[in-house]
């Protein structure tokens, strides 16, 4: 499929144009009024430009709102019959890549995605008397007033933020300046070229904490490049792990319902009944569309159902500073559970047959094991040849296990 887990996502050359352009007609065919926005890479403009060309070619109406975040997009396509994001989210620079969400914030289903591909097949232009037509957007100023009016920050709270010059520069250092806070700013220029791994993980992170204690901060968020992630370091200038995010807005919302993926630790089961889904920020987001007050996974996207069903990176910020503003985040994480939790990757140019042979209906889902000390995940890469392998026990022991369980199967099946 050209749809991987988070929408069409690849290094920029000649063939991501084509397909921008046969996506465009596709949406300006089937979804004729349409919201693109664009996150901070230097390819960004082109491509929506692409894309903006083949929505007027089949007669629809692109609403261009530039530089944004991808939430912000998502929740403005309430106005439209569609919403398209120009980004590859936390790749690196040289990629880039095209989001699709309905009205209700969602990414397009596995069924709208198929329905997609088969009509790039042969995407219909209109004729001359018939060409759309383009406007200018403004996708900032609702989707910050709706955060704005879900959450309450203490007046002069200090946060860390740190953008890594992506397209949360243009959103979260503003409504957390709009509602109290007293944001401290760090990468927050987009300027179109990442100040860091755009991956907001711990190993690239290890200034921001470094910089909550020097300024004595509440808290610190952080983007990855197109912010529809958010992680967090407490007051302690510690990293929190996605897990216990998880768990801190679960218990903060008062969530009795929690989808997540099938990565995520089993702490959340302690507080929640619990849906998991295979790993990837739309699968959550489909299943939330029928069950659920709260979703999320453990790589920082977080979807507020009532708000949006598209994971939103400055919602969760100020949400964090919510939370910050009403109790010491770092007290309240260390009263929480924490269970070992190993992971282990393993090259191999067969991964993906490997875990078919292993049962997998789909490799990069991978099939996950419970049992009654823990559990253990197997599942092919999405973007490289590896076998990767969770394995989460309620004692170390249990969990090294586990992991050698997992390891033993794939053996297995590389010799079968």
Not at 62 to 91: E, K, L
Not at 128 to 140: I, N, P
Not at 157 to 168: F, K, P, Q, Y
Not at 270 to 293: C, F, K, M, N
Request: hydrophobic letters at 35%.
């Amino acid at each position: 499929m050209l749809f991987g887990s988070s929408g069409i996502r690849q290094r920029f050359d000649q063939s991501l144009l084509d397909t921008a352009l046969a996506v465009g007609a596709v949406l300006g065919e089937r979804f004729p009024n349409c919201v693109v926005g664009t996150d901070t890479r230097t390819t960004s403009p082109l491509i929506a430009r692409t894309i903006i060309a083949g929505i007027m070619s089949a007669g629809g109406h692109a609403r261009f709102t530039g530089i944004a975040p991808t939430p912000s997009v998502a929740y403005c396509a309430r106005t439209a019959t569609a919403g398209c994001m120009i980004t590859a989210s936390h790749n690196p620079e040289e990629y880039n890549g095209i989001k699709l969400f309905n009205p209700d914030g969602s990414s397009f289903t596995q069924a709208q995605q198929r329905e997609v591909e088969e009509l790039l097949k042969d995407p219909q232009s209109a004729d001359w008397r018939h060409q759309g037509t383009e406007s200018s957007f403004d996708a900032l100023t609702p989707h910050k007033k709706a955060i704005m009016d879900a959450v309450t920050i203490d007046p002069g709270l200090n946060v860390i933020v740190d953008c890594g010059n992506g397209a949360g520069s243009v959103l979260t250092p503003g409504l957390l300046t709009d509602a109290g806070a007293k944001p401290i700013c760090l990468s927050c220029n987009p300027n179109g070229h990442f100040s860091r791994p755009s991956e907001p993980l711990k190993e690239y992170l290890q200034y921001v904490g470094e910089m909550v204690r020097k300024r004595e901060a509440a808290c610190a968020v952080v983007h990855d490049g197109d912010a529809d992630r958010m992680m967090a370091f407490d007051n302690k200038g510690r990293y929190i792990d996605g897990d216990h995010l998880l768990l801190l807005f679960a218990e903060h919302l008062d969530a009795k319902k929690v989808v997540t993926t099938s990565d995520a630790s089993m702490i959340i089961d302690e507080i929640a009944e619990v849906h998991r889904t295979p790993v990837g920020d739309a699968y959550v987001s489909e299943e939330l569309l029928t069950w659920g007050d709260f979703g999320g996974e453990p790589s920082g996207a977080w979807i507020f159902p009532r708000h949006s069903y598209c994971p939103d990176g400055p919602f969760a910020a100020a949400l964090f500073c919510e939370i910050a503003s009403g109790c010491d985040v770092a007290k309240r994480l260390d009263a929480m559970p924490a269970y070992p939790i190993l992971r282990e990757s393993i090259k191999n140019e067969q991964a993906r047959e490997i875990v078919k042979k292993l049962g997998a209906a789909n490799p990069t889902d991978g099939i996950r094991v419970a049992q009654e000390k823990g559990w253990y995940l197997i599942r092919a890469s999405g973007t490289e040849p590896k076998i990767r392998i969770t394995a989460e026990g309620t004692t170390l022991s249990c969990a090294k296990e586990l992991l050698e369980q997992a390891k033993n199967r794939v053996r297995q099946g590389k010799t079968a």
